[in-house]
């Protein structure tokens, strides 16, 4: 199984950035999705999940739930991170992770089985 995701850069706050994570190796809709995130000498926190392709529910972190988005597109084997009104506390490198649970929403890493190999989002002020 191969995560690989894209689209992070450096931006002011305010702006907006869609990430991107294609996986392979792996039969896509049955899977869960989630993004977690690491600030520089921090540990790695939740930002959000979507379930298995039929179901499609989503869960977001307090932090961002008015300002990301997770969508999923079945056919390219793609899942999206749309992030809007981007803040400085949003700086941090960005992981793609799945699970072949495909209910799972959980927000602890450990509940994970693949993970991308991040990709970095600083915002300056």
């Known amino acids: 199984v191969q995560l690989v995701e894209s689209g992070g850069g450096s931006v002011q706050a305010g702006a907006s950035l869609r990430l991107s994570c294609a996986a392979s190796?792996?039969?896509?809709?049955?899977?869960?999705l989630a993004w977690f995130r690491q600030p520089p000498g921090e540990a790695r926190e939740f930002v959000g999940a979507?379930?298995?392709?039929?179901?499609?529910?989503?869960h977001y972190a307090e932090s961002v739930k008015d300002r990301f988005a997770i969508s999923r597109d079945n056919a390219e084997s793609t899942v999206y991170l749309e992030m809007n009104n981007l803040q400085p506390a949003d700086t941090g490198t960005y992981f793609c992770?799945?699970?072949?649970?495909?209910?799972?929403?959980?927000?602890?890493?450990?509940?994970?089985?693949?993970w991308g190999q991040g990709t970095q989002v600083t915002v300056a002020s």
């Open positions: 992770a799945a699970t072949p649970h495909g209910s799972r929403l959980a927000t602890a890493t450990y509940e994970w089985d693949y």
């Open positions: 190796g792996i039969t896509f809709s049955s899977l869960a």
């Open positions: 979507i379930t298995w392709a039929e179901v499609g529910y989503t």
